[in-house]
């Protein structure tokens, strides 16, 4: 750029020394024409820039700001990366009052049901919800949670497979018929099939007393009693098993 700009001016030179009058007057006046219009460029550039000197320095000023607070964050973020979001608490705490008016709830539905088909599974009579209470109310297995109640034994013949299955069979009728106080929905579904909103989970002898355990179906029930039944069914007397909800 500066050897054009040389031999441009040494041109003036050679057109002097040739007695190239026209040409080295044209030329002048346009370079002169040139610098005059440049000139005013560059005035009207440097008057437009004092004239609004605030709102340039103000938005340079907000450009270096948001650039640098960008900076700022990106290297505090490699410093102190993001901690992984907090995993939900486990599905096994339960609300104790929750989970003892369910009980309650349930104890109402299955005493009822007790007291009718007290003679068919040969166990006493209740004569109060509470008397079918269990020591332990329930227990949380896998997630899920089981109601236990006890009843009294009335025979020795007592089967504890027949009176499953016939829970069962009497609490599906209520439940059909919207006979059950407090439950509302009848039916569940989980991986594809439907399963009664109240689960007979197992009985079981203990001797005078028999013990009732009692599931809401939800997916955590659901998954245990599969797996349950999985790894029964590859027992060695697996033959002998047989579950009538799976």
Excluded at 11 to 29: A, G, Q, T
Aim: with cysteine.
């Amino acid at each position: 750029m500066l050897t054009k700009i040389e031999a441009f001016l040494y041109s003036f030179v050679d057109d002097y020394k040739e007695h190239c009058w026209k040409r080295l007057i044209v030329k002048s006046i346009l370079t002169l024409l040139t610098v005059l219009i440049f000139g005013f460029i560059f005035w009207k550039i440097v008057f437009w820039v004092l004239a609004n000197i605030e709102q340039i320095v103000t938005t340079i000023g907000g450009i270096l700001c948001f650039f640098w607070g960008l900076l700022y964050l990106m290297g505090k973020m490699k410093k102190n990366p993001p901690k992984p979001p907090e995993l939900p608490e486990p599905a096994n705490n339960y609300d104790p009052i929750t989970t003892n008016t369910t009980y309650n709830t349930l104890r109402n539905d299955i005493c009822v049901i007790l007291i009718d088909l007290a003679d068919v599974i040969k166990i006493r009579k209740p004569t109060m919800p509470s008397s079918i209470d269990a020591p332990t109310r329930f227990d949380v297995i896998s997630n899920a949670v089981i109601y236990h109640f006890l009843v009294v034994k009335q025979s020795d013949d007592f089967d504890p497979s027949a009176t499953s299955a016939i829970l069962q069979n009497r609490i599906e009728q209520r439940l059909n018929n919207n006979e059950l106080n407090g439950i509302t929905q009848s039916s569940y579904f989980y991986n594809g099939q439907v399963f009664p909103s109240i689960i007979v989970d197992a009985v079981q002898d203990l001797g005078r007393y028999a013990q009732i355990d009692i599931a809401l179906a939800s997916d955590y029930y659901c998954r245990y009693r599969e797996q349950r039944i999985f790894e029964n069914l590859n027992r060695p007397d697996s033959s002998s098993f047989h579950d009538r909800d799976f």
